[in-house]
């Protein structure tokens, strides 16, 4: 029972006021960020991770890890009340969340998604107390080949699991690409820099993923022409109690959605697919599943248990093993070589304070967390109501503010104008973004480790084949990566057509 | 990629989605190309202790060019076209009533510093498409540039753009 102990270390780490008001302002600011626009989970957290590079790092996880649980539940708030899915992950919400609402009983649906993505969190974290430290441990062993491995998994899963490889793969590269500029870090050559001084440290990804998802999705929604016209939030104890009562019996789909979000958190399949799986499974599975989408308690329930549950299994990959479940997590990962540790399994044995301490602080944030959702929607649902001609702006200054913070340069703003821009067109084209994203964040690492590796051999590639560990993983990503011509081939043969990819963010 | 959606015009039926995404396609490859090619500059071969500099980015750039020729080529070849339009001029032009707007703040912020500006287009959004009386765009513009300004340069200390009206104020 070393991990209860070390558990209780970790509360002991986070009980003082300084980290529990960190934490309220990481999930108020949170809950903002998901209702609005523009800007949500990565987004968030990269404008304000720049605001905590002095701050020590303990405190720093947990007021930025509480903004992306505040954000996973204000997801809800929006596709419930308005029709508009604040976040991605949220999308599927609308199809049971806003029939609820026009028929009076949005507080009801608010409450059971807030509930549900709790328990999702819940089971995840409890997960993550467990394994996390096993896979750490488990990781210890692993040299530069076997860290290359698991990076080639991660990328080659974004391909296997996607709905479109080329276009995956793509935007894989442009990831890649964008790491590459400035200085290589093993032999000290510049890069892809044209000659330009402003490109010799590189694009950050920070810039990155403030352009393409807060400028970009702005741009969208300008396109879009968003008008919030939604329904009223009422909620009170009454109805959070009658809610309640009738979530019991629900027990199976949160059971079900949680683990399949726990494991799309831990594999790179994100928040976005786990909602569709966990609304789609509940769908297949319930006797009232012809019911659905006009208005059911467990269609809101199955796609935010999972969605949450995915968002908070995701930072056990980040912990254990220095690779993100997804892209808020890569920011998270970011923060932490900004802080000064280094990511990886190692972690585990030389900050302990640091790593048990956001896992500590994963129970008390997601309970405080609920009960602000569930006390202040109507205040959130209010943030709405600020007309689009205010808040516009005032996210183009704040994304602006963001880029300049993080190394304090000009070009940075506009390297995050252009990329706003692409990232406008990739939304519309349909491109995913957070494989972008995580291999701009893994692709320094994963070409080291490759490198590394290839020096211990002296060369020899079959260094990635050595023994049973490092040749299991790299035959797994192999198969992943050909996923989508395997599946067309099968299909072919058996004479069917191959079924719609699954969707991913 | 920002010229090609300045190349819209009203009524352009050939700015359909296939269009703008085998631009997108040829965009991306000549991307490609020019990682190859600068890849290929700096060594993109195996040394005698394992991959050059240039080995990742040229192979970065040569998949790059791949993936887009398919991507290209199953957009103008492919069973699925997508001839809906991409954007209408109506909402194209919403999107550049912020886009021009913030290119030129961006620019602004080079010179008179980030709050100003700030306010300047913040206000400017409000007047334009909210159609807010004066006193309401003062006070919520000043507003917010005042409380980003106490929350960055007092609180957290972190130095944003200035410029002479701050310089005035002794920041």
Known sequence: MEDLSNLFHGFAVIFSWYNLGMMAIGLILGVIVGVLPGLGGPNGVAILLPLTFTMNPTSAIVM???????????????????????????????????????????????????????????????LITFLAPLVAKFALKFGPPEFF????????????????????????MIGFGLAQIGMDSVSGQLRLTFGSSELLRGIDFLIAVIGLFGLGEILLSMEEGLKFDGKEAKINVKVVWHTWKKLPKYWVTLL???????????TPGGATSASFMGYGIAKRFSKNGHKFGTGKLEGVLAPETAAHASGCAALLPMMALGIPGSATAAVLLGGLMIWGLQPGPLLFIEQKDFVW??????????IVGLLIVLTTVPLFAAILRIPFSIIAPVIVVVCAIGAYSVNNTMFNIWAMLVLGVIGYLFKKLDYPLAPLVLALVLG????????????????????????????????????????????LGWSKVRGTRPHEGRKTD | ?????????????????????????????????????????IGMGWAFDGPESGYFPFRTGAILCISSVVVFLRTLFGKHRNDNLFVSWDRFKKVLYVLIPTVLYVLATQFIGIYVASVVFIGGFMRAMGKFSWLKIILIS??????????????????????PLESLLGY
């Open chain 1, 64 to 126: 930025l890890s509480c903004i992306y649980w505040g954000s996973l539940f204000a997801g809800a708030i929006t596709s419930i009340l308005f029709n508009i899915p604040g976040e991605s992950h949220s999308v599927a919400t609308t199809f049971d969340g806003y029939p609820l609402a026009q028929q009076g009983r949005a507080g009801e649906a608010l409450t059971a998604s807030f509930t549900g993505s709790f328990v999702g969190a819940f089971f995840s974290v409890v």
């Open chain 1, 149 to 172: 491995a698991v990076y080639f998994l991660t990328f080659a899963s974004f391909i296997g699991t996607g709905r479109d490889p080329f276009k995956t793969m793509i935007a894989l």
């Open chain 1, 256 to 266: 079900r959605s949680s683990a399949i979000g726990a494991w799309m958190g831990i």
């Open chain 1, 357 to 366: 301490g956001l896992i500590a602080s994963m129970y008390l944030s997601n």
């Open chain 1, 444 to 487: 320094d690492r994963a070409e080291v480790a490759f490198r590394q590796a290839i020096l211990g051999s002296q060369g020899a590639m079959s260094i990635f084949f050595s023994n049973m560990l490092v040749s299991g993983i790299m035959i797994f990503g192999l198969l992943l990566l050909f996923w989508p011509a395997i599946d």
């Open chain 2, 1 to 41: 990629m920002k010229q090609k959606q300045t190349q819209d015009r009203p009524h352009s039926a050939w700015l359909t989605y296939h269009a703008v995404e085998a631009i997108t396609a040829a965009i991306i490859f000549v991307v490609g190309v020019v990682m190859m090619i600068d890849g290929y500059r």
């Open chain 2, 142 to 163: 000043v507003g917010i540039s005042a409380a980003l300004f106490w929350m960055f340069e007092i609180q957290f200390k972190v130095s944003l753009p200035k410029g």
